[in-house]
């Protein structure tokens, strides 16, 4: 358990990330608040999507564009779709795991999606 949240390998993975940067933003004398974002991202060269959790939206596309994301970085480039925000980052934890291993919850994100998705 981590936080009343139970852990699994994709939870955990973004748990780790987004407390490396909040960590870092707050060395750097940002304030310690943030939102957490869960997204959908389409890849503009194979028919691919990928969801994923952030605390830092802008960057990750980035990182995920650049390359620097092992699982997404064959398939790049890749276009923001769709995002939710979350103030509470178990939240964010709980509707990315949701989307990832519940079938007719993604499917529903994907039917209201589907023209943006084409």
């Not at 999507?49 to 980035?62: F, P, S, V």
């Not at 064959?74 to 925000?85: A, N, T, V």
Request: net charge positive.
């Amino acid at each position: 358990m981590f936080g009343g949240v139970a852990a699994s390998p994709v939870g955990l993975a973004c748990r780790l990330r987004l407390k490396a940067e909040a960590y870092r933003a707050t060395a750097e004398g940002a304030v310690d608040k943030f939102m957490f974002y869960v997204y959908l991202l389409k890849s503009l060269a194979k028919d691919r999507k990928y969801i994923g959790c952030t605390n830092d939206l802008k960057q990750r596309i980035k990182t995920h564009n650049e390359g620097g994301v092992k699982s997404t970085k064959l398939f790049k480039p890749w276009k923001l779709i769709y995002y939710e925000s979350f103030i509470d980052k178990y939240d964010a934890f709980e509707r990315e795991k949701e989307l990832k291993k519940d079938y007719t919850k993604k499917r529903h994100l994907m039917t209201r999606l589907s023209r943006s998705l084409k």
